[in-house]
């Protein structure tokens, strides 16, 4: 039985317990329901075992396995999944093995991430007292308080602009957590960063994709227009000089190798660019001194493919505020 089909009864229960409101937008619900699995249960974290799913604190690292650093400065630990305790694998997570996630400036969607499925043994690690940390805000904001953390396999609404007076992209309402594993995140910019997993960061305030068959009329004329701007900003910079900012050369270099990269490949890039599923995301949280900007959350993404190829170094994490 898939995910999808676990979650019927789930996502029935809401069309029942509605019907007077929902009964002409059912087949629309069940088009837009996705499983994901949702933080069920979170206490503080005793240490009385290794491996476990966890937030903040903490990681539980192979014994001969450093802590994770950069240029003389620490990552941020934000949790560990160990895939063997979901309840669920949303046909595409791992059986077994833990993820280990970690962040630099999480503003600059600067992460560390990776998986590690052998038997080897673990050791709970520590960072290095003699270094600094990556997240700029991690002196102001004090130790994340470690908790362990159960899961369980729960499901979500896809926006509709049909459904949006109903509020079903809160559902199910009766859950104590808002974390979760899959699913859609809270500010999700999926054409944003999927330019950014594929190398096109330059690209990403950028209008690349369009419902067709808007596609190409909308394309080649702003292709066109791009194109012809940063070759005149590349050969003509004294137009762009100002007092107070010089033009950056290899910057806008950088923009159209990446522009044209796009263009040369973009009917694949147009098949794929929903294909970003949400690692995890992660709630603002008292008990966990866990804040990300405005009552957010952080989110971590990666693309379907890298997913299923077990390929947890590209990974992007972003704070979405509320």
Same mark, same amino acid.
């Given at each position: 039985m898939t995910s999808k089909e676990k979650i019927a009864p789930l996502v029935q229960q809401l069309i029942?317990?509605?019907?007077?409101?929902?009964?002409?937008?059912?087949?629309?619900?069940?088009?837009?329901?996705?499983? %994901?699995?949702? %933080?069920?249960?979170?206490?503080?974290?005793?240490?009385?075992?290794?491996?476990?799913?966890?937030?903040?604190?903490?990681?539980?690292?192979?014994?001969?396995?450093?802590?994770?650093?950069?240029?003389?400065?620490?990552?941020?630990?934000?949790?560990?999944?160990?895939?063997?305790?979901?309840?669920?694998?949303?046909?595409?997570l791992p059986e077994k093995g833990i993820l280990f996630l970690f962040c630099g400036d999480p503003f600059e969607n600067e992460s560390h991430c990776f998986y590690y499925d052998a038997a080897a043994e673990l050791e709970n690690k520590q960072p290095p007292l003699d270094m600094e940390c990556l997240d700029p805000y991690q002196e102001d904001d004090g130790d994340f308080v470690a908790h362990k953390i159960a899961f369980e396999l729960s499901y979500q609404i896809g926006w509709s602009d049909d459904l949006v007076d109903f509020e079903l992209t809160e559902e199910p309402t009766d859950k104590p957590f808002d974390t979760h594993v899959g699913g859609t995140a809270f500010g999700g910019d999926t054409e944003g960063l999927y330019a950014l997993l594929k190398g096109f960061d330059m690209l990403r305030d950028t209008v690349l994709f369009l419902e067709e068959p808007d596609q190409e009329t909308y394309w080649i004329p702003q292709k066109r227009g791009l194109v012809a701007q940063m070759e005149d900003k590349i050969n003509n910079p004294e137009k762009y000089n100002t007092e107070n900012s010089t033009i950056n050369i290899a910057a806008v270099k950088e923009s159209l190798r990446q522009l044209l990269a796009f263009d040369e490949n973009r009917?694949?890039?147009?098949?794929?660019?929903?294909?970003?599923?949400?690692?995890?995301?992660?709630?603002?949280?008292?008990?966990?001194?866990?804040?990300?900007?405005?009552?957010?959350? %952080?989110?971590?993404?990666?693309?379907k493919e890298d997913l299923v190829k077990r390929n947890f170094g590209n990974v992007v994490v972003e704070v979405a505020s509320s």
């Open positions: 029942t317990a509605r019907s007077a409101e929902l009964a002409q937008h059912e087949n629309e619900i069940w088009n837009l329901s996705r499983p %994901l699995l949702r %933080l069920v249960h979170a206490e503080e974290e005793d240490y009385s075992t290794l491996g476990n799913c966890r937030i903040g604190g903490t990681p539980d690292l192979p014994k001969d396995m450093d802590y994770p650093v950069k240029n003389g400065k620490y990552y941020r630990f934000i949790g560990q999944l160990n895939f063997a305790e979901l309840p669920d694998t949303l046909e595409i009917a694949e890039h147009r098949k794929h660019f929903k294909d970003v599923f949400c690692l995890f995301s992660l709630e603002s949280r008292d008990e966990f001194n866990m804040w990300w900007s405005d009552n957010g959350f %952080l989110n971590f993404f990666m693309l």
